[in-house]
């Protein structure tokens, strides 16, 4: 299956919720489902729609496939503790996420890219798998040939460390570091991941 390279903003409109700055901005003008039929869409939706649109908000806006979600549910499940909360913190330190959540890209796409192209090292080392698990302590580093890069500079910084108490973002030298694993309280996403846990668990 490949993957989604759709329209962003159509995707989002769809699953009602932003998956990119640009979205954001263009779904306060045009909240509902995008096609000619979109304003009159409000039927009322059953327990397993409600499952599966979760399902599909928590994947998209972490960037997987079905494959990789659903195995990071199972794993998840099997772990100690809540099993939601696990899920959210194992995507969380995804290497691409924690790259995006920086400000290093404007979206998971984007950070998924940096690091493919290897322009992302981790304890000095190149890096280029984006479902690397990164550890508290670990140093994630922009490479040098990437450290004048107008765009990445300019974006660095958009989430502040109170905003964002799991990292720590170091502007001078473009790197992160991951404080510790972030509580479900800290990971910024309105999303129920309790009732995907469920979809799977059935």
Same mark, same amino acid.
């Given at each position: 299956?490949?993957?989604?390279?759709g329209?962003?903003?159509?995707k989002?409109?769809r699953l009602?919720?932003?998956?990119?700055?640009?979205?954001?901005?263009?779904?306060e003008?045009?909240?509902?489902?995008?096609?000619?039929?979109g304003?009159?869409?409000?039927?009322k939706?059953?327990?397993?729609?409600?499952?599966?649109?979760e399902?599909?908000?928590i994947?998209?806006?972490y960037?997987l496939?079905?494959?990789?979600?659903?195995?990071?549910?199972?794993?998840?499940?099997s772990?100690?503790?809540?099993?939601?909360?696990n899920?959210?913190?194992?995507? /969380?330190?995804?290497?691409?996420?924690?790259?995006?959540?920086?400000?290093?890209a404007s979206?998971v796409? /984007?950070?998924?890219?940096?690091?493919?192209h290897?322009?992302?090292?981790?304890?000095?080392?190149?890096?280029?798998?984006?479902?690397?698990?990164?550890?508290?302590?670990?140093?994630?580093?922009?490479? /040098?040939?990437?450290?004048?890069?107008?765009?990445?500079?300019?974006?660095?910084?958009?989430?502040?460390?109170k905003?964002?108490?799991?990292l720590?973002?170091?502007?001078?030298d473009?790197s992160i570091?991951?404080?510790?694993?972030?509580?479900r309280?800290?990971?910024?996403v309105?999303?129920?991941e309790?009732?995907?846990?469920?979809?799977?668990?059935?």
């Amino acid at each position: 299956m490949a993957r989604f390279r759709g329209s962003i903003v159509k995707k989002s409109r769809r699953l009602g919720i932003p998956l990119s700055d640009k979205a954001a901005r263009i779904m306060e003008k045009r909240p509902n489902p995008p096609g000619d039929h979109g304003q009159k869409m409000g039927r009322k939706m059953s327990d397993y729609g409600r499952h599966l649109l979760e399902k599909q908000r928590i994947r998209y806006t972490y960037g997987l496939l079905e494959k990789q979600f659903r195995n990071y549910v199972y794993k998840a499940m099997s772990k100690s503790g809540v099993a939601g909360d696990n899920l959210l913190q194992m995507l /969380e330190t995804r290497l691409d996420n924690l790259v995006y959540r920086a400000g290093f890209a404007s979206t998971v796409r /984007e950070a998924r890219q940096l690091v493919t192209h290897k322009h992302i090292r981790v304890e000095g080392k190149c890096i280029n798998v984006p479902s690397f698990h990164v550890k508290p302590g670990m140093k994630i580093q922009v490479s /040098e040939k990437m450290q004048n890069n107008a765009q990445i500079r300019d974006a660095v910084g958009k989430y502040s460390d109170k905003s964002l108490p799991y990292l720590e973002i170091l502007r001078p030298d473009l790197s992160i570091v991951l404080k510790e694993v972030p509580s479900r309280d800290m990971i910024p996403v309105a999303l129920d991941e309790n009732i995907v846990v469920e979809y799977y668990s059935k």
